[in-house]
Antibody
Framework: EVQLVQSGAEVKKPGESLRISCKGS????????IGWVRQMPGKGLEWMGI????????KYSPSFQGQVTIAADKSISTAYLLWSSLKASDTAIYYC???????????WGQGTPVTVSS | EIVMTQSPATLSVSPGERATLSCRAS??????LAWYQQKPGQAPRLLIY???ARATGIPARFSGSGSGTEFTLTISSLQSEDFAVYYC??????????FGQGTKLEIK
């Protein structure tokens, strides 16, 4: 059974750094792209970017390029979403999701709520 | 960047009736279009991929159609558990693989 298990909720202050994680199991983690999706409070889904864990090839949405970093450690089947300096506008739920043979997301993590507030 | 536009923003339908949701792409995405369902407090769930293929475990009352720039998700006979927000997403050629803004399907 394919599972993506994300790290728990975070409460941070503006300017702090953060790394959230997404651990995959039940499939060959390094052979399928895995992506991150943002959902701000009461809003829709925003595609942030994807990474191929096999070689760490990464593609970002222009809206998120330079704002976040997507990384992966295939040895522990885990993808990461990192911020170096959080802003209040980063407050959202962040989902990881895996692709199959194409770039749609067939399996999703449970979401990680991130709150950034002074 | 391809812009995906969904209509209507909100659709009110009675249980047992048919619901038709639309998604338009700003340029052709061929059949590289997926639909997702999201219920409150839950992660999205894949319903349809390649414009018309149902994902594993998705009931036959959900169907997708279209190609190019115009797509439709049809729910043939609404059940109580179908009231949710629905998103389309393209995955044609180059990223970003953008989502539409969503259609909220509510009980009439």
């Amino acid at each position: 059974e394919v599972q993506l298990v994300q790290s728990g909720a975070e409460v941070k202050k503006p300017g702090e750094s953060l790394r959230i994680s997404c651990k995959g199991s039940g499939y060959k983690f390094d052979s399928y792209w895995i992506g991150w999706v943002r959902q701000m409070p009461g809003k829709g889904l925003e595609w942030m970017g994807i990474i191929y864990p096999g070689d760490s090839d990464t593609k970002y949405s222009p809206s998120f390029q330079g704002q976040v970093t997507i990384a992966a450690d295939k040895s522990i089947s885990t993808a990461y979403l990192l911020w170096s300096s959080l802003k209040a506008s980063d407050t959202a739920i962040y989902y990881c999701a895996s692709t199959s043979t194409k770039y749609y997301f067939d399996y999703w993590g449970q979401g990680t709520p991130v709150t950034v507030s002074s | 960047e391809i812009v995906m536009t969904q209509s209507p923003a909100t659709l009110s339908v009675s249980p047992g009736e048919r619901a038709t949701l639309s998604c338009r792409a700003s340029q052709s995405v061929s059949i590289n279009l997926a639909w997702y369902q999201q219920k409150p407090g839950q992660a999205p769930r894949l319903l349809i991929y390649d414009a018309s293929a149902r994902a594993t475990g998705i009931p036959a009352r959900f169907s997708g159609s279209g190609s190019g720039t115009e797509f439709t998700l049809t729910i043939s006979s609404l059940q109580s558990e179908d009231f949710a927000v629905y998103y389309c997403q393209h995955y044609n050629k180059w990223p970003p693989y953008t989502f539409g803004q969503g259609t909220k399907l509510e009980i009439k």
